[in-house]
C-alpha cells in the first residue's frame, strides 16, 4: 500500500511527491500524459523567485528528476476512478491497475481552453499563448492581441499594454464578461483597441504568427489584423472528470479546496490548477504541492 498517491506530474503534484518522499512516505505518481503539465509549454520561466531564468521543459524535467532521485514510483495512466474504503483508505482505478493508498493528492491540473481555428496549434509558442504573465515579456514594443472577455482577458491586456506597443482586445460579444473597473482602465490606455462582437475564424503565419482573421458576429465581415503575438484568454477547464463523483467540485469542475488542500473527502487533497483559486501560477502550484502533501502525510499518521 502507498502512503500518498499524486494524481498528475506537473509542479504541484511532483512537488507534492518531493515533500511526502522527504517526510519518509511510500510515493506513487500517476500521469496520464507527460511530466511537467502545462509549464512544459512556455519557452522561458522568468519569474519563479530565485531562478533567472529556465525553459518550463527544464524546470519541470528538474523536478521530475528530483522527485525520482528521492524515490518516487511513477505509472503513466489516467486515473479513471477513486474508490473510498471504510477504513478511511482508497483504491485508485488507472488503466488495467488498480493502486491501494491511505491519501491521495489532486494535482490534475487544468487545461486551457483553446479557440480550436486553423493555424493555432501550429504556432503555440510562436506567437500564440495561454498565458501573457509567462510569455508577455518576449512581445515588448510589438502588436499583440488578446482573445476573451474574461477577468483573465482583461487583466493580460491591462499586463500587456504596459509594455507592448499596441494591444487589441478580441471577444465575441458586445459586453465583457469580466470587471467593470478592468474594463475601464483599459479604455483610458491609448494602445489599446477593442475588436467587439468579433470572433478569431484563422491565425496566419509559417514560422511566426503574423496576424489573425476575425469575423464581425452580427454581419459575419472579415477582417485581417496583423499582429505578432496572441494571448488566447478564452477560459480554462479542470482536468478532473474521473473525480467528480466523488468529490465536491464547483460549476466549472474544480475541486472544491482552500489554501489548506484539503477536499470534501478526507484524505484526499487538492493542488495546483484543479483546485478552487484565484491565482493560478507557477509558483502557487508549487506552494500548493507542499501543502497538500504535508497535510497527506499528517493523514497518513492516523490511517
Ligand atoms: P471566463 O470568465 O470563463 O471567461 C472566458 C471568456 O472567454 C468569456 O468572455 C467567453 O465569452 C470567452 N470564450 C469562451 N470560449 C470562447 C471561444 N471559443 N471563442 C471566443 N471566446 C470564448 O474565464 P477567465 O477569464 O479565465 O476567468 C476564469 C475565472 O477566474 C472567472 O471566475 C474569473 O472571474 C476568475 N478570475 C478572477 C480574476 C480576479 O479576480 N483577479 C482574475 C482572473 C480570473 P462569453 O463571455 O461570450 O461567454
Known sequence: MYDVVVIGAGPAGLSSAIYALRAGRRVLVLEGKSYGGQIVNTPKVENYPGIKEISGFEFATNMFEQAKALGAEVQ??????????????????????SYEC????LAAGAVNRKLGVK?????????????????????????????????????????LSNYCKTVSVIHRRDAFRGEKKKELLLREKDNVHFHL??????????????????????????KDLP?????????????????????????????????????????????????????????????????????????????
Do not use: W
Open 76 to 97: 503513466y495512466e489516467k486515473c479513471t476512478g477513486i474508490e473510498r474504503r471504510a477504513a478511511g483508505d482508497f483504491v485508485i482505478s488507472a488503466g488495467d491497475h
Open 197 to 222: 462582437e468579433q470572433q478569431v475564424v484563422a491565425i496566419a503565419g509559417e514560422e511566426h504568427l503574423e496576424g489573425v482573421t476575425l469575423r464581425n458576429t452580427a454581419t459575419g465581415e472579415e
Open 119 to 159: 493555424g493555432e496549434e501550429e504556432l503555440i509558442g510562436k506567437g500564440v499563448s495561454y498565458c501573457a504573465t509567462c510569455d508577455g515579456a518576449f512581445f515588448r514594443g510589438k502588436d499583440v492581441a488578446v482573445v476573451g472577455g474574461g477577468n483573465t482577458a482583461l487583466e493580460d491586456a491591462l499586463f
Open 227 to 303: 499582429v505578432e503575438g496572441l494571448f488566447v484568454a478564452v477560459g480554462q477547464m479542470p482536468d478532473t472528470q474521473g473525480f467528480t463523483s466523488l468529490i465536491q467540485v464547483d460549476e466549472g469542475g474544480y475541486v472544491v479546496a482552500e489554501e489548506n488542500c484539503h477536499t470534501s473527502i478526507p484524505g484526499i487533497f487538492a493542488a495546483g490548477d484543479c483546485r478552487t483559486k484565484n491565482v493560478r501560477q507557477l509558483t502557487t502550484a508549487v506552494a500548493d504541492g507542499s501543502v497538500a502533501a504535508l497535510a497527506a502525510c499528517a493523514y497518513c499518521e492516523g490511517h
Open 102 to 105: 491511505r491519501s491521495i493528492v
